[in-house]
């Protein structure tokens, strides 16, 4: 197992769009092994592929307080969405930032397991938001391109001024 680099934003690479698993194979496995490691090393609830600049369409997330219940989802596709919740959210590619940002409060989401069989399961509340967010990243989106332009542009200045002080 490794950990891996996360990538921090604003970095291009955060805008590739992932392609498909065609197949779970073992350097599949292999690779969520090492995303499960980063993911809760970081300490973080969620990551997707892109973010270690994997751009295939795998997201891990894990919402539970004992940190004990990883979900993977290979292909992920929601199927069906309602409601709306806005909820506070952060990102391991966006250290320190919290803002909220409006979502779907249910969803039902259909994917891959580990060993390549597909299921689907309904989520709600901050599972459905993590799900969400994770899967945007997929789509190359980072969760602050929902904010005004305004605060998108404060956001890389606090970011900018920070790499700085820590040079
Ligand atoms: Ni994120």
Do not use: W
């Not at 490794?2 to 498909?20: E, F, G």
């Not at 590619?93 to 060993?115: D, Q």
């Not at 990243?137 to 900018?160: D, N």
């Amino acid at each position: 197992m490794a950990i891996l680099k996360i990538l921090q934003y604003p970095d291009d690479r955060l805008h590739k769009v992932a392609t498909s698993v065609k197949q779970v194979t073992d350097s599949s496995r292999k690779l969520i092994k090492d995303m499960a490691e980063t993911m809760y090393a970081a300490p973080g609830i969620g990551l997707a592929a892109t973010q270690v600049d994997q751009h295939l369409r795998i997201i891990i997330v894990d919402t539970s307080e004992e940190n004990n219940n990883l979900m993977v989802f290979i292909n992920p596709e929601i199927i069906s969405f309602s409601g709306e919740s806005d909820c506070e959210e952060g990102c391991l590619s966006v250290p320190g930032i919290y803002e909220k940002v409006r979502r779907a409060e249910r969803i039902t989401v259909k994917a891959l397991n580990l060993k390549g069989d597909p299921f689907s399961m309904d989520a709600e509340g901050l599972l459905a938001v993590c799900i969400q967010h994770e899967m945007d990243h997929l789509l190359g989106k980072v969760f602050v391109e929902y904010l005004s332009p305004l605060k998108q542009t404060r956001i890389r200045a606090k970011i900018k001024k920070r790499v700085r002080e820590t040079m």
